[in-house]
């Protein structure tokens, strides 16, 4: 995240806090493995809040190398599987859920790839500007092309999702990632990752209506149950 370790520890907070409230108000196995991303977040936030620390005290190598490669984890492994995973997870519609898998098996093989760059590449991340920059020994060729692929699994599945709202995720997460290109250039995986991370709160906020309408179709089929036997 942008800014400093303060900030990257206050928004880890925040959304651990939110990550909480959702766990615990989702009532379905589906909708439970979509409330944890929040607490995902969290901690790629914590990570970089702790990279800070080490990146401003010029200490510490080895803590480095470590947190560098846990904060880029997530940014390549996690995400580009655990979005189309759980969005998958959430469909009811057969042919929706086909779609989600083929999304999985993109984001797995952009996750393999992503991965041996991190393995083969050195990766090295600094501070500029207020933002933590990581940067590999290599330039990629036809990046449009590798962020378009990205992106399917990470954002295409929340807007293919058939499940009501969802897409606001994938739509928020589509327009912040071109904002952080457009205006932040360079700092790409740190700040996109910030934005995503205020997609929490939309997580929260699926999880509590589709709580409370269940909770209305339980009440309803008990109103017509003693509307029968009375």
């Known amino acids: 995240m942008c800014f400093s370790a303060g900030a990257s520890f206050s ?10 409230i959702a766990v615990t108000e989702a009532k379905t196995k589906p909708f439970r493995y979509f409330a944890v991303i929040p607490l995902l977040f969290a901690m790629q936030q914590g990570i970089e809040g702790l990279l800070w620390l080490v990146l401003e005290s010029g200490r510490y190598e080895g803590w480095k190398h470590i947190l560098t490669h846990s904060f880029l984890l997530f940014a390549y492994v996690v995400w580009p599987i655990y979005i189309p995973l759980s969005m998958r997870m959430l469909e009811t519609s057969k042919k929706r859920r086909k779609l989600q898998g083929y999304l999985l098996v993109t984001g797995i093989i952009v996750s393999a790839g992503l991965v041996y760059t ?7 991340a600094m501070i500029s500007d207020y933002h933590i920059d ?7 060729g036809y990046t449009w092309i590798t962020n378009g692929i990205y992106l399917l699994p990470t954002v295409g599945s929340m807007l293919f999702s058939s499940v009501k709202r969802v897409w606001i995720m994938g739509v ?3 327009l912040a990632y071109l904002f ?18 205020l997609i929490s709160t939309i997580v929260l906020w699926i999880i509590m209506i589709e709580r409370r309408k269940a909770e209305s179709s339980v009440r309803v089929k008990m109103e017509d149950n003693n509307q029968a036997t009375g």
């Open 118 to 124: 991190m393995i083969f590449q050195n990766v090295q």
């Open 11 to 20: 928004a880890s907070a925040v959304i651990l806090l939110i990550g909480v």
């Open 134 to 140: 990581y940067t590999f020994d290599f330039q990629m």
């Open 172 to 174: 928020f997460n589509l």
């Open 180 to 197: 952080t290109k457009f205006f932040f250039f360079g700092y790409v995986v740190s700040i996109w990752c910030f934005f995503g991370a």
